[in-house]
């Protein structure tokens, strides 16, 4: 998990560095994550004892994966997009404000009750998000602030979609089970394959002219996605959701830290100041609901 988190938080100081426009970058780093999700998807498949065919004909099949992977996508994309246009703290911080939408959209859509810290989780996202519209800085800085945070709406609606999948999966036919395992991994292969064609036009019109910006590319698909993404199958899979949560809330700490370092690129006082109320929000909503679910189990 940890290895995850480091990876994901260096995303934005290999965007940064890129000499290309954002969504052509987007849709090299997905291709060359496709690759390493199709190999992870396999390999589990595989171990699992799920034929190929069979899985791929069934997932496909299912419109809450498709749903999830166009959010997977949207939220890929616009992180490029934002990065970009406006700093890298604000389109890491401002993409973390997911958890208002994801606890706002859980009664209608999962029938699961919003609770106490999911409200105190929603105050201090919209508290930090003022914060960040405070600052005075150009047009295209606050376009890149709105694109962030329709990153976020793409970063909540993949796990609500999936989630609401798994619980159809896991009433449907006994089948069906052998694909809960498989469904995620093959979500997010499937969003960087939308990503991929999404993006082609500019894949083609303007890829990187440089060798070092190819040098930062494939690493930023095949590590910093990839490769993060099959970190993080693995330890969800062996820690608690709060020690989860916790570990994966060093990406938004680390990325602009990354950013600063290689680039000189200093967020605002303000951004920070926001950054950090919607951090401590998210902690706390995920401690409080981990304790709340060890008490009734």
Known sequence: MLGAAIAWSAGGLGVKLVDAPALAIAGFRSLFAALVLGAAFVIYARRAGVHMQWALARLLRRPLLWGASAGYALMVVS??????????????????????????????????????????????????????????????????????????????????????????????????????????????????????????????????????????????GMVQIGLAYVFYGAGVRRLRAVESTLVCTLEPILSPLWVLLGTGERPSSSAIAGGALIVVAVTVQAVAANATQRRSS
């Open 79 to 220: 992180f490029c997009v934002a990065t970009k246009l406006t700093t890298a703290a604000n389109a890491i911080l401002l993409q973390y404000t997911a958890p208002i939408y994801v606890a706002l959209l859980s009664w209608p859509l999962l029938r699961e009750r919003v609770r106490l810290w999911d409200w105190f989780a929603i105050a201090g996202c919209v508290a930090g998000m003022v914060l960040f519209f405070r600052d005075q800085v150009s047009s295209s800085a606050r376009v890149g602030d709105f694109v962030a945070i329709l990153s976020s709406f793409g970063f909540a609606a993949l796990p609500l979609q999936l989630r609401l999948d798994q619980r159809r999966l896991e009433e449907g036919a006994k089948d069906n089970a052998r694909l809960v395992g498989l469904a995620p991994l093959f979500a997010c292969l499937l969003g960087n394959v939308v990503a991929v064609v999404v993006c082609a036009p500019w894949m083609v019109r303007e890829p990187p002219s440089t060798a070092a910006g190819w040098a930062v590319l494939v690493p930023l």
